[in-house]
Every structure is written in C-alpha cells, then in structure tokens.
T-cell receptor, first 117, second 114 residues
Framework: GAGVSQTPSNKVTEKGKYVELRCDPI?????LYWYRQSLGQGPEFLIY????????DSGLPNDRFFAVRPEGSVSTLKIQRTERGDSAVYLCASSLRGREEGREELFFGEGSRLTVL | GENVEQHPSTLSVQEGDSAVIKCTYSDSASNYFPWYKQELGKGSQLIIDIRSNVGEKKDQRIAVTLNKTAKHFSLHITETQPEDSAVYFCAAPRITGANSKLTFGKGITLSVRP
C-alpha cells in the first residue's frame, strides 16, 4: 500500500508475555520512528531509525523495550515481560530523509493497540 | 527538554463558525511547528506547519500563526465542517545536536456540531 502499515491493529496479552509489533513504512523513506500514545496523551517518542541503525533510542522506557530494522525498511518493536503499564497505542511513522526529523512531515500508521491484562 | 502544552483539551463549535486552538512551547530554539490531525481509524496527518522565519501561513480554511516572543502558535480553522471533528496535536522539536525530535502536546478534541 501507499501508506505506513502496522500489524497487528490490536493485541491483547497477559502480563509477563512477549510481544512483537510490526511496522512497514512508506517505500523509500529512510527514517522510521516509533511513538507510544496513552489515553488522553499525545504521541511520546520512543526510538528513531535512520536506515538500519537506531539513531536515537532515548525514548525507550527501559530495557524491556527493543526495536530493530535489519534491512532498512520493516521495523519490529519488541516488548519483553509485558506489564499493565505498557498498555497503549504504539504508533509508527516514517519520513523521507529524517536528518531533519523535527522539520519534515511524518507519515503515521494507524497504530497497534496493545492491552496487557 | 521541550515542553508543549495545549489548552483547552476539548472544543465544541457550531458548523460554520471558526475554531482557534492554541499551543505553547518552552524551547526558544525550536524553529518548526506542525499541526497533526488524528481521526478515528486513521493515521495522524500533517495538516499545516510553520517555520520560525514567518509569522503566519494559510492553506484554504486553515491557518497557523506564530508568536516567537511569547512562544506560542495557534491553529485557526474557518467555516468549520463536521469532517473537521478530530483530535488535533501540535508539536515542536527538541533540538539536540544534529537531530531534533518532535515533542507533541496532549491534543485537543474538536467537535463541530451540525
């Protein structure tokens, strides 16, 4: 498709389980971002990839969170030992160049809603 | 770091009226200010943005004004329509070295009454 695709759209899991969320960015976009959005809040930055490398992972809350982008296109956000507080909508976005991420348009996916019971 | 705030959290207007949404930021070095629209079941979309070298930008029914001295910028929607109902997020970049990361406000829910 032409837009950013995220799967699954909804994920319900139990506390302590492992979860993977997938993002397929717009073809040709070198930059990819993960954000987390809790109810009533704006998107909160998690990690930013420029190509295959994580250029900035300062937003990851702790070492249970990890993300990869091995071929510079699809990215996977991995959450280990999930906790109830991880429940949120996880948003993926991509942009064309990314080197001026704060100054170019981000294209967001619809998000993956994670619920940890 | 950058602190971005939006007030109020909800706004209801009559169809055809104008809506104004204000956003404040804290980092005086910020130089780019986008507004994103989030509709149910859709990815957030950029609707308008402004750079710090201009004070106002218009695109049909939508405009954004920037006051760098006061560190706030506002979204103006004229002749509102029901399809303008959505959550609107403002953002400003937190500039650290060569990279700058967007910090988003909490969002404002705009309801346009038919």
């Amino acid at each position: 498709g032409a837009g950013v695709s995220q799967t699954p759209s909804n994920k319900v899991t139990e506390k302590g389980k492992y979860v993977e969320l997938r993002c397929d960015p717009i073809s040709g976009h070198t930059a990819l971002y993960w954000y987390r959005q809790s109810l009533g809040q704006g998107p909160e930055f998690l990690i930013y990839f420029q190509g295959t490398g994580a250029a900035d992972d300062s937003g990851l809350p702790n070492d249970r969170f990890f993300a990869v982008r091995p071929e510079g296109s699809v990215s996977t956000l991995k959450i280990q030992r999930t906790e109830r507080g991880d429940s949120a909508v996880y948003l993926c976005a991509s942009s064309l160049r990314g080197r001026e991420e704060g100054r170019e348009e981000l294209f967001f996916g619809e998000g993956s809603r994670l619920t940890v019971l | 770091g950058e602190n971005v705030e939006q007030h109020p959290s909800t706004l209801s207007v009559q169809e055809g009226d104008s809506a104004v949404i204000k956003c404040t930021y804290s980092d005086s070095a910020s130089n780019y200010f986008p507004w994103y629209k989030q509709e149910l079941g859709k990815g957030s979309q950029l609707i308008i943005d402004i750079r710090s070298n201009v004070g106002e930008k218009k695109d049909q029914r939508i405009a954004v004004t920037l006051n760098k001295t006061a560190k706030h910028f506002s979204l103006h929607i004229t002749e509102t329509q029901p399809e303008d109902s959505a959550v609107y997020f403002c953002a400003a970049p937190r500039i650290t070295g060569a990279n700058s990361k967007l910090t988003f406000g909490k969002g404002i829910t705009l309801s346009v009454r038919p």
